[in-house]
C-alpha cells in the first residue's frame, strides 16, 4: 500500500534562517506531488506541483522554493523565512485524475 | 485563488439532521471532482469523488450532486454525528502548465454539529 511520510510535524523558527520541509512517498511510482499551505482558519493555497523529477511549477509567487531530487521526495525550501511563512503546510500525492492523498502537515512558525 | 485568504464560511447542524455543504467550481473543462474532510491538526481525508459524466454519487451516509450547467457541487451527509465536525473542501482538477491535470481546492466550510 501506498504512504506518505511528512517532516517534522512541527517547527519554530527564527526570521532569517532557512528551511527545509522533506516529504516522501512509499508504494507507488512517477507520482504527481502537491505542496499547500493553509493559514489558520483559512483554505488550502497550492504552493509547487511537481509530475516528475525536475518538473515543478510554482503556483504563486512567494519566498519559498521546491525541489524533486528523486522520484518519491519532495522538498520545500526557504533561504531566509519572513513572518508571512507561518502557516501549516502539506505535502500530498496523486495518480493522474485520481484523488490526492495527503501527509499529516508540519505546522510552521516563525518567530 | 484568491478564496484562500478569506475566513472558512460556517454551517452548524443539529446531530441527526442532514447537512448540505456547497462549492462552486471554476472551470467548466474540470472532469473529476472530490471532497475533502479535514479535522483540526491534520491532513484532509478523502470523502467521495465525482467524475463528470455523473450527477449523482452516493457513498456511506454522503451523497455528492454535480450539477455542471451552473458549475455547482454539494456534499450531503445523512444524519449527521458529532465526528463530521470538521472543515469539508471541495477539489477539481485544472490543467496544469505541464498540460495534465492538477488538483485545486475551493475556500471550505466549516461544519459544526450541535449535540
Known amino acids: 500500500s501506498q504512504t506518505i511520510h511528512q517532516w517534522p510535524a512541527t517547527l519554530v523558527q527564527p526570521v532569517g534562517s532557512p528551511l527545509s520541509l522533506e516529504c516522501t512517498v512509499e508504494?507507488?511510482?512517477?507520482?504527481?506531488l502537491y505542496w499547500y499551505r493553509q493559514a489558520a482558519g483559512r483554505g488550502l493555497q497550492l504552493l509547487f506541483y511537481s509530475v516528475g523529477i525536475g518538473q515543478i511549477s510554482s503556483e504563486v509567487p512567494q519566498n519559498l522554493s521546491a525541489s524533486r531530487p528523486q522520484d518519491r521526495q519532495f522538498i520545500l525550501s526557504s533561504k531566509k523565512l519572513l513572518l508571512s511563512d507561518s502557516g501549516f503546510y502539506l505535502c500530498a500525492w496523486s495518480k493522474e485524475n485520481t484523488e490526492a492523498f495527503f501527509g499529516q502537515g508540519t505546522r510552521l512558525t516563525v518567530v | 485563488g484568491e478564496s484562500v485568504g478569506l475566513h472558512l464560511p460556517t454551517l452548524s447542524v443539529q446531530e441527526g439532521d442532514n447537512s448540505i455543504i456547497n462549492c462552486a467550481y471554476s472551470?467548466?473543462?474540470?472532469?473529476?471532482f472530490i471532497w475533502y474532510k479535514q479535522e483540526s491538526g491534520k491532513g484532509p481525508q478523502f470523502i467521495i469523488d465525482i467524475r463528470s459524466n455523473m450527477d449523482k454519487r452516493q457513498g456511506q451516509r454522503v451523497t455528492v450532486l454535480l450539477n455542471k450547467t451552473v458549475k455547482h457541487l454539494s456534499l450531503q451527509i445523512a444524519a449527521t454525528q458529532p465526528g463530521d465536525s470538521a472543515v469539508y473542501f471541495c477539489a477539481e482538477n485544472l490543467e496544469s502548465n505541464f498540460g495534465n491535470e492538477k488538483l485545486t481546492f475551493g475556500t471550505g466550510t466549516r461544519l459544526t454539529i450541535i449535540p
Open positions: 472551470n467548466s473543462a474540470s472532469d473529476y
Open positions: 508504494g507507488t511510482s512517477n507520482p504527481n
